[in-house]
């Protein structure tokens, strides 16, 4: 078990990580006091609530027509909610998380219609809709939950940092946009000192934190192995794998050993295929309309799911009344009758594609694995654990459930990974590179196939546009802060277009390794990661004349800061002296698009 250290800062502090589900969503905060030891608190307490003490509640909201937030989370599901509903045209959002999701190969397949945001409002005004609500809650909690809460609160109100947990498959664009959802939020303000007040972490790596603080990666950490960490939520299943850089010490750091992987095959899959199954069955059925397919996905999704374990026993849906009878369809009053084998076919795509993703990193990891950690809110099905547990044992992995709650393992590893940073290096997920122009060879088959790319360069030279240079593999590690350089070289017959730099990071998720990719042979597997924007001026501009005239060269490094939870660059160049060249350093900005 991870035991806290004092909090060594000479200034109190309050810091909430924040766990934004698909389905649910949970907080968890520390107050921060000058030699104290920190203690880590959960909000337990939402409006709306029918039980006290609940540690999450739904992530759902309620939109007016005029676009204003009726209710969210435990007041959305309140009794009577429906016919609100009805009587004021409310539209309801779910599963919003999802509208987040990259736009690479993984998650292309996944269609988010059937789960549309309001006309007029888009992801980022949802979200940040969503992350006010849960700092007011949190807020009005610690005021009521700590004595002298409100003076409590009043003294650290401007002095809060925030921890925000995302699915392994989010990059720097979706931490863009959760970030400027915070600002919109109010949560920080939009300056360089605000921004840097959020941090960002993996559902996995939490997740890692989460099981290390519990005591229940405590074999595999005398042992020396790696152990692999599934957190299996509402929407997406995130896969990740570690080993110990030392067994000799408890407070030991671990290193990431494969690229983290993220499936969208968690438990709202399940429903999705169960609605679909409903759906068809009952479409010449007097209950086959809306409603009652709603109520019948209201109790698969409390009872019959959470309840399922064994396709040899039957399970059941209530939805009606004693007097809702049609023995055509299974339904005898008011109850659905569903075989085992059906029920499992809602499941079984889910435990394929999570077995797939696990064999997958098995293989990529750079040490052995011996032992899984199965947690998230979809780790509670009796029949995934089961399953999953019979697939894992040929492969040599061993499967453990933690005898914890599920439910708060990101919040909670996500405010143990504010105050213990265990993960020392971090595996590359994607080949990152930039697209540059090669010198013109005129032998080469690359270069006469790509013929109609040619450019003539200031100094008279011809090159090909549209190659890909790779500056990190996939699967490289990368300790934490380690720098990655390329060198570029520019050139300008007009010395004022060398004073800005915006160069575009790609990303390439194909399966080629030749030494020069092009990116118009497989332009679906490259897309922009972002841009590194940068002030030129103070960089060295070089007088050369070609053979055209006079034109000027400038010599630099992109440096990429690729092994912490965010990516980070910087500029670096040779500034010329009487004696030698002295390095010279200045900031980049890395931008990303908007949705």
Same mark, same amino acid.
């Given at each position: 078990m991870s035991h806290l250290q004092p909090y060594r800062g000479s200034k109190p502090k309050l810091v909430i990580a924040m766990d934004i589900g698909t389905t649910y969503s949970g907080v968890s905060y520390t107050l921060l006091e000058p030699g104290v030891i920190p203690e880590i608190h959960d909000v337990t307490r939402y409006p709306g609530q029918l039980d006290m003490y609940q540690l999450k509640i739904p992530s759902i909201l309620y939109y007016s027509p005029e676009g204003m937030v009726h209710s969210i989370g435990a007041e959305a599901t309140r009794p009577g909610i429906e016919l609100e509903v009805e009587d004021a045209g409310l539209f309801l959002v779910k599963w919003f998380k999802l509208h987040?999701?990259?736009?690479?190969?993984?998650?292309?397949? &996944? +269609?988010?219609?059937?789960?549309?945001?309001?006309?007029?409002k888009n992801i980022l005004e949802v979200f940040s809709d969503f992350i006010d609500y849960l700092f007011r809650c949190t807020r009005e909690f610690i005021r009521t939950a700590h004595p002298n809460g409100t003076t409590l609160w009043e003294s650290i109100e401007d002095h809060i940092e925030f921890v925000l947990a995302h699915p392994n498959g989010w990059e720097g664009q979706q931490q863009s946009q959760m970030r400027r959802?915070? /600002?919109?939020?109010?949560?920080?303000?939009?300056?360089?000192?605000g921004r840097a007040r959020i941090q960002f972490v993996t559902e996995g790596e939490a997740g890692l934190h989460y099981c290390i603080a519990n005591g229940i990666a405590a074999g595999p950490m005398l042992e020396g192995v790696g152990v692999m960490v599934i957190d299996a939520g509402g929407g997406t299943v995130d896969i990740s794998s570690y080993s110990p850089e030392s067994s000799a010490s408890p407070s030991t750091g671990w290193k990431e050993i494969a690229p983290a992987a993220c499936i969208i095959q968690g438990s709202t899959q399940v429903n999705d295929r169960a609605e679909t199954f409903l759906t068809s069955l009952l479409k010449n059925s007097k209950y086959g309309n809306d409603e009652d397919i709603k109520a019948m996905m209201d109790d698969f999704d409390k009872s019959t799911k959470p309840a399922f374990t064994d396709p040899s026993h039957r399970?059941?849906?209530?939805?009606?009344?004693?007097?809702? +009878?049609?023995?055509? %369809? +299974? /339904?005898?009053?008011?109850?659905?009758?569903?075989?085992?084998?059906?029920v499992e076919s809602f499941f079984k795509p889910s435990l394929d594609e999570i077995v797939a993703s696990v064999q997958d990193q098995q293989r990529a990891a750079l040490e052995p694995i011996s032992t899984v950690f199965l947690i998230g809110g979809f780790a509670a099905s009796g029949w995934l654990y089961t399953r999953l547990r019979d697939a894992l044992q040929p492969l040599g992995?061993?499967?453990?459930?933690?005898?914890?709650?599920? +439910? %708060?393992?990101?919040?909670?590893?996500?405010?143990?990974? &504010?105050?213990?940073?265990?993960v020392t290096a971090?595996?590359?997920?994607?080949? &990152?590179?930039?697209?540059?122009?090669?010198?013109?060879?005129?032998?080469?088959?690359?270069?006469?196939?790509?013929?109609?790319?040619?450019?003539?360069?200031?100094?008279?030279?011809?090159?090909?546009?549209?190659?890909?240079?790779? /500056?990190?593999?996939?699967?490289?590690?990368?300790?934490?802060?380690?720098? /990655?350089?390329?060198?570029?070289?520019?050139?300008?017959?007009?010395e004022r277009m060398l004073t800005e730099l915006s160069e575009r990071i790609i990303c390439y998720d194909g399966e080629k390794s030749d030494a020069t990719l092009w990116m118009a042979d497989e332009p679906e597997h490259f897309t922009t990661l972002c841009t590194v924007s940068a002030n030129m001026r103070q960089v060295t501009k070089i007088r050369r004349v070609g053979r055209d005239g006079v034109y000027h060269a400038q010599n630099f490094e992109i440096l990429l800061i690729c092994g912490s939870t965010e990516l980070q660059a910087q500029i670096r160049w040779m500034e010329n002296s009487a004696t030698k060249g002295e390095e010279r350093r200045s900031p980049a900005e890395v931008i990303y698009d908007a949705f």
């Open positions: 987040l999701r990259p736009d690479t190969q993984v998650f292309r397949e &996944y +269609n988010p219609d059937a789960n549309r945001l309001p006309e007029g959802a915070a /600002i919109r939020a109010g949560l920080v303000p939009d300056t360089p000192d399970s059941f849906i209530k939805f009606g009344s004693m007097k809702d +009878n049609e023995p055509s %369809k +299974n /339904i005898r009053r008011g109850q659905l009758t569903l075989s085992g084998s059906d992995l061993n499967l453990c459930r933690p005898d914890v709650s599920p +439910n %708060k393992a990101v919040a909670q590893g996500s405010m143990r990974f &504010y105050l213990e940073h265990h971090r595996v590359m997920k994607k080949t &990152y590179g930039t697209d540059y122009s090669p010198l013109f060879r005129p032998g080469d088959p690359q270069h006469i196939a790509h013929i109609s790319q040619i450019k003539m360069l200031p100094s008279g030279l011809m090159c090909i546009r549209g190659a890909f240079e790779t /500056i990190l593999t996939k699967g490289t590690r990368l300790r934490v802060k380690e720098e /990655i350089s390329k060198k570029y070289t520019r050139h300008s017959r007009d």
